[in-house]
C-alpha cells in the first residue's frame, strides 16, 4: 500500500513531520534544547511536548505554535500580495465553518469586515457590521472597549485570549452573549476570528 501525502494530524504527527524537513535528529534537537534525549522520546511516547519547551522548539525548527498546537495553518508568512487568494487561509476558514463557527475577517488597516458562516440564519433582524465603526454599534457599548483592547494585544503581542460580550438586538431587553476568539493573522493586517453563542 502507497503512502498518502495526508497532513500531519497531531501535535506530534506535526513534530516528526517538522524534523524530518529540517533533518534535526534527536540528539542535534536535544543538544540544541538542552534537554535529554529520553525526554524528547517521552514526547513522542506520550503525545505531549513539554510547555516550557514549545516556544523554543518551534524557533529551531522554524515553525509557528499555532501549527504545531493546534494544526492552524500558518497564514503569519503570507504576503500582501497573495492573501486574497490564500489557499491556507481558506483551509482555516472551512475548518473552522466546519465547527460551526461563525467567522470574521478584521482588516486593521482598511477597517473593513467579512462574514463567512451561516449569518442570515445566526443574526437574522439584525444588520452586521461591515467595519469598524459598525462594530462599535454593534457591540454593547459598556463591552466594546474589553474587545478592542483585546483585539489590540492579539494583532500586537498575538495573545489568544477569549472575550465574551452582549452585542445590541433589535428585540429590546433581550440579552445576548457571543464568545470570540482570535484564530490566527496575516502579515499583520488581517485578524481572523471565531464567534459562537456563549453558555454560561
Given at each position: 500500500?502507497?503512502?498518502?501525502?495526508?497532513?500531519?494530524?497531531g501535535?506530534?504527527?506535526r513534530?516528526?513531520?517538522?524534523?524530518?524537513?529540517?533533518?534535526?535528529?534527536?540528539?542535534?534537537?536535544?543538544?540544541?534544547?538542552?534537554?535529554?534525549?529520553?525526554?524528547?522520546?517521552?514526547?513522542?511516547?506520550?503525545?505531549?511536548?513539554?510547555?516550557?519547551?514549545?516556544?523554543?522548539?518551534?524557533?529551531?525548527?522554524?515553525?509557528?505554535?499555532?501549527?504545531?498546537?493546534?494544526?492552524?495553518?500558518?497564514?503569519?508568512?503570507?504576503?500582501?500580495?497573495?492573501?486574497?487568494?490564500?489557499?491556507?487561509?481558506?483551509?482555516?476558514?472551512?475548518?473552522?465553518?466546519?465547527?460551526?463557527?461563525?467567522?470574521?475577517?478584521?482588516?486593521?488597516?482598511?477597517?473593513?469586515?467579512?462574514?463567512h458562516?451561516d449569518?442570515?440564519?445566526?443574526?437574522?433582524?439584525?444588520?452586521?457590521?461591515?467595519?469598524?465603526?459598525?462594530?462599535?454599534?454593534?457591540?454593547?457599548?459598556?463591552?466594546?472597549?474589553?474587545?478592542?483592547?483585546?483585539?489590540?494585544?492579539?494583532?500586537?503581542?498575538?495573545?489568544?485570549?477569549?472575550?465574551?460580550?452582549?452585542?445590541?438586538?433589535?428585540?429590546?431587553?433581550?440579552?445576548?452573549?457571543?464568545?470570540?476568539?482570535?484564530?490566527?493573522?496575516?502579515?499583520?493586517?488581517?485578524?481572523?476570528?471565531?464567534?459562537?453563542e456563549?453558555?454560561?
Amino acid at each position: 500500500m502507497g503512502a498518502t501525502n495526508s497532513p500531519p494530524i497531531g501535535v506530534i504527527d506535526r513534530f516528526r513531520s517538522s524534523l524530518a524537513q529540517k533533518g534535526i535528529s534527536i540528539t542535534q534537537l536535544s543538544e540544541d534544547l538542552g534537554v535529554s534525549r529520553q525526554a524528547i522520546y517521552n514526547w513522542i511516547k506520550s503525545g505531549a511536548i513539554s510547555q516550557r519547551y514549545i516556544e523554543p522548539l518551534c524557533q529551531i525548527l522554524e515553525i509557528k505554535a499555532e501549527w504545531l498546537l493546534f494544526g492552524t495553518p500558518q497564514l503569519q508568512d503570507c504576503t500582501d500580495s497573495c492573501y486574497q487568494n490564500c489557499e491556507l487561509k481558506v483551509t482555516l476558514i472551512d475548518l473552522l465553518l466546519n465547527n460551526r463557527k461563525l467567522i470574521v475577517e478584521h482588516n486593521i488597516l482598511t477597517q473593513e469586515i467579512l462574514w463567512h458562516g451561516d449569518t442570515i440564519n445566526e443574526f437574522e433582524g439584525s444588520e452586521l457590521p461591515s467595519d469598524t465603526d459598525s462594530l462599535r454599534e454593534w457591540i454593547d457599548p459598556d463591552y466594546y472597549h474589553m474587545f478592542h483592547h483585546a483585539l489590540l494585544r492579539y494583532h500586537l503581542y498575538k495573545d489568544r485570549q477569549k472575550v465574551i460580550f452582549p452585542i445590541r438586538q433589535e428585540i429590546p431587553h433581550k440579552s445576548r452573549w457571543l464568545e470570540l476568539e482570535f484564530e490566527s493573522h496575516c502579515n499583520n493586517q488581517i485578524v481572523i476570528y471565531s464567534l459562537q453563542e456563549f453558555k454560561a
